[in-house]
């Protein structure tokens, strides 16, 4: 169940065309989607769909992989008979690689017209995209911008704007309008007013995110940070957190960032205390082994793992369900209220007990109300 996004916060979304990357709506009133790209070899098939998988089960929608040759766009195929998500096909420089993949069943292609070739080039792939009824995300990036641009206006959100405007316009020209378009550097305040100029000149749907980000924590800061201004002023339509990680924190820092707008909410949400000198259980490992045993489930509930009974209980009273811990024991509360005694290494074990049997007394309970 979504929340209301908070209105104070939130603009209104932008109203654009809606187009579909396979099965999934994208733009005008569908959800924000969560996508994600391998970082497997994909002519590596049993990699892949291994890996496109777990990212499904994360809460991956959209999965995109990399298609640099002729191997690799073959594999598509292969790979979409065993996976549920759709798949697109990451082309750059060679035209022939996006009508391949497209042939083999790419559910869309991501391709930058500028660095495709020759007007003839891109007028294939179009006619390629046509002929199989899929969309193209146009996917324009701050560090190769067209020659031209680049030295015209520099690596600038104004030529970032004017490069993807420049590349609508071409597929629009072709008589095609299944676009979707990104404008990602890898600092928050050129991608923000990359995707505010282009917002004022089309319609097409926006997928956002900081390319480059980094690593864990100056990933998941820029992102958010970025992400959650643009889904703040209503720009937005899917959106990928890039980290030098496993891609699975990819989806879990999506959701999160839905989650605090008030945009979608996917799963448990877990607070947790920071710690401090009254906490006497190992609450980091705690809270570690509930985020994991808690990973892709879709119960929305709201679980605390708090650090000391004294003020546990009642800071978290918000909470469907939380734990909170004393020297050697802890307890389990719900609505705040203290249920349950246990013994400190067996916190985990009970905490997740409940959260089954309350998430099966909720099922059966909306069970018999269907």
Known sequence: MNRKPIM??????????QIHVGNVPVGSDAPVSVQSMTNTRTRDVTATV????????????????????????????????????P??????FDFRLALAAAESGADALRINPGNIGAHH?????VDCAKAHGIS??????????????????????????????????????????????????????????????????????????????????????????????????????TIRVSLTRDPVEEIRTGYEILRALGLRNRGPEIISCPTCGRCRIDLFKIAQDVEKALLGRDSQIKVAIMGCVVNGPGEAKEADIGI?????????????RVCKKVDQDQLVAHL??????????????NGSKE
């Open 136 to 237: 193209i995300r146009i996917g324009v990036n701050a560090g190769s911008l067209e020659k031209e641009m680049a030295q015209r206006l520099g690596a600038t959100a104004e030529a970032m704007k004017e490069s993807g405007l420049a590349n609508i316009r071409m597929l629009e020209d072709l008589g095609f309008y299944d676009i979707k378009v990104s404008l990602k550097a890898s600092d928050v305040a050129r991608t923000v007013d990359a995707y505010q100029l282009l917002a004022q000149k089309t319609d097409v749907p926006f997928h956002v995110g900081i390319t480059e980000a980094g690593g864990l924590y100056a990933g998941i800061t820029k992102s958010a940070i970025g992400i959650g201004m643009l889904l703040s002023m209503g720009l937005g339509d």
């Open 50 to 85: 291994r890996q496109i998988n777990r990212l499904a089960a994360a809460g991956c929608e959209i999965i995109r992989v990399a298609v640099p040759e002729m191997a690799d766009a073959l594999a598509i195929r292969q790979i979409k008979a065993q996976v549920t998500i």
């Open 324 to 336: 909170a811990g004393a020297d050697g024991t802890g307890i389990i509360f719900k609505k705040g």
């Open 121 to 125: 080039k891109v007028k294939k792939v």
């Open 352 to 365: 997740l007990y409940e959260i089954d049997k309350m998430t099966q007394n909720a099922e059966d309970v």
């Open 87 to 92: 798949v697109i096909a990451d082309i750059h």
């Open 8 to 17: 104070s916060l939130v603009q209104k979304r932008r109203k654009t065309r």
